[in-house]
């Protein structure tokens, strides 16, 4: 079975910077397009960014120019780093495959942006 976790998170003021990391058992990063998700209170989860197996890379209109996806086939691992953080970034950021499984779904890690 197949274990993705996500870590990283945490609380940033406004402006600031985090960098998340997600790292699953086995070798699914290595093979497939991986996405970064978020879900903030109240709202549907959404997707974030998506990089393919040769590393292109696609935004979400919300954090283009701000957020930078990729991926470390090596180590299996997919990270996202996170520039010029807005309140509206809060979340609890997922990492799981582009179109997500969901038996794939991890803890996410949350992200708190608030002076």
């Known amino acids: 079975q197949v274990q993705v976790v996500e870590s990283g998170g945490g609380l940033v003021q406004p402006g600031g910077s985090l960098r998340l990391s997600c790292v699953a058992s086995?070798?699914?990063?290595?093979?497939?397009?991986a996405g970064w998700y978020r879900q903030a209170p109240g709202k549907q989860r959404e997707l974030v960014a998506r990089?393919?197996?040769?590393?292109?890379?696609n935004y979400a209109d919300s954090v283009k120019g701000r957020f930078t996806i990729s991926r470390d086939n090596a180590k299996n691992t997919v990270n996202l780093h996170m520039d010029s953080l807005k309140p509206e970034d809060t979340a609890v950021y997922y990492c799981?495959?582009?179109?997500?499984?969901?038996?794939?779904w991890g803890q996410g890690t949350q992200v708190t942006v608030s002076s």
């Open positions: 799981n495959l582009f179109p997500p499984m969901q038996s794939y």
């Open positions: 086995g070798s699914i990063f290595r093979i497939y397009t």
């Open positions: 990089i393919g197996s040769g590393g292109s890379a």
